[in-house]
């Protein structure tokens, strides 16, 4: 049976920047609501234009939209052998439609990864974050993780951008929809005894030994 992982975390956190890691160690997807959302936004369609209204205002996605998103992406082939959540559940309702995703796929979580950083910090990040415009999986700091060029993704060569949502009015909502709607969802994993707390000011390179350590029992 596969490896079921799920990245809880404040905004900027790192959440992101380490799932591909041990995404890539362990050969299973990183599975991020927000880029299914980014990737349907870019269409021409209805659908992305309502999507790209509540992503840039800072709102949540329906939970039924959200699941059913999760649950039609877990079906697909690559996720047989475990797969890694990023950013998904974040409300009480979503909690109860991965269970039952899971009971009905007889699998089970194997850890929940909670990457702990003060508000002050998540913020600060959030406003030094680029993305590649090729591949939003490639993040940047313009601080502590800056690429090689100015403004050029390391990977691919693409430009780098700021998120549409990295605004800080849409910041500061987000952050606030976490602090209401998801603070309850890691208090009912924190009960599982499947809980991890990683200290997310730590390097990137040290989360992510933190991250390998607990990933590998
Ligand atoms: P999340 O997915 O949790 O929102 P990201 O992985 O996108 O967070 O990281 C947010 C920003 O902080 C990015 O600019 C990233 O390069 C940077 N970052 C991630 N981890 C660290 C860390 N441990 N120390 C400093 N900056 C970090
Ligand atoms: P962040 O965590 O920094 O807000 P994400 O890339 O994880 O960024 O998500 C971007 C946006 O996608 C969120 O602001 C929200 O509108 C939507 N979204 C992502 N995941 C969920 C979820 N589990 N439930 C509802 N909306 C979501």
Known sequence: ???????????????????????????????????????????????????????????????????????????QDDAQNGFILDGYPRTLPQVEHLDQMLAERGEKIDAVLFFDLDKDEAISRLANRRVCTANSNHTYHLIHNPPQQEGICDIDG????????????????????????????????????????????????DVTRTMMEIAEK
């Open 1 to 75: 049976m596969g490896r079921i992982f799920l990245f809880m975390g404040i905004q900027g956190a790192g959440k992101g920047t380490q799932a591909i890691r041990l995404a890539e160690k362990l050969g299973i997807p990183q599975i991020s609501t927000g880029d299914i959302f980014r990737a349907i936004m870019k269409q021409d369609s209805p659908l992305g234009e309502e999507l790209r209204a509540i992503l840039n205002s800072g709102r949540l996605v329906s939970d039924e939209f959200t699941s059913q998103m999760v649950k039609d992406r877990i079906a």
């Open 158 to 205: 693409a430009p780098l951008k700021q998120r549409e949502d990295d605004t800080s009015e849409a910041i500061e909502k987000r952050i606030s929809e976490y602090v209401n709607q998801t603070f309850p969802v890691v208090d009912t994993y924190k009960q599982r005894g499947i809980f991890h707390k990683i200290d997310a000011r730590q390097s990137i390179d």
